[in-house]
Nanobody, 115 residues
């Protein structure tokens, strides 16, 4: 059974940075396109960034130029570097496969952007 564990969230001031990490186990990680999703209070979960097995990347318009997704297939990890954070980035961040999130959802990692 595939498990994903997200980490790296926290409280940061507007304009600050965080680096999220996702560790996957129980699967051949390298064969799956992966993505970061987020869910803000009272809102639906949304796709933030995705990366294919070959490294092709897409971003939601709201994070373009500020967030960078990467992956390390040898370590079974996906990363999300978040810069110039805004209060509207506040959410629980999750990783999963893409375009269909076929893995069991992890606990996510809380990102709070506030002064």
């Amino acid at each position: 059974q595939v498990q994903v564990v997200e980490s790296g969230g926290g409280l940061v001031q507007p304009g600050g940075s965080l680096r999220l990490s996702c560790a996957a186990s129980g699967t051949i990680f390298s064969i799956y396109p992966m993505a970061w999703y987020r869910q803000a209070p009272g809102k639906q979960r949304e796709l933030v960034a995705s990366i294919t097995t070959s490294g092709s990347i897409k971003y939601a318009d709201s994070v373009k130029g500020r967030f960078t997704i990467s992956r390390d297939n040898a370590e079974n990890r996906v990363y999300l570097q978040m810069n110039s954070l805004k209060p509207e980035d506040t959410a629980v961040y999750y990783c999963n496969a893409e375009p269909v999130p076929i893995f069991n959802w992890g606990q996510g990692t809380q990102v709070t952007v506030s002064s």
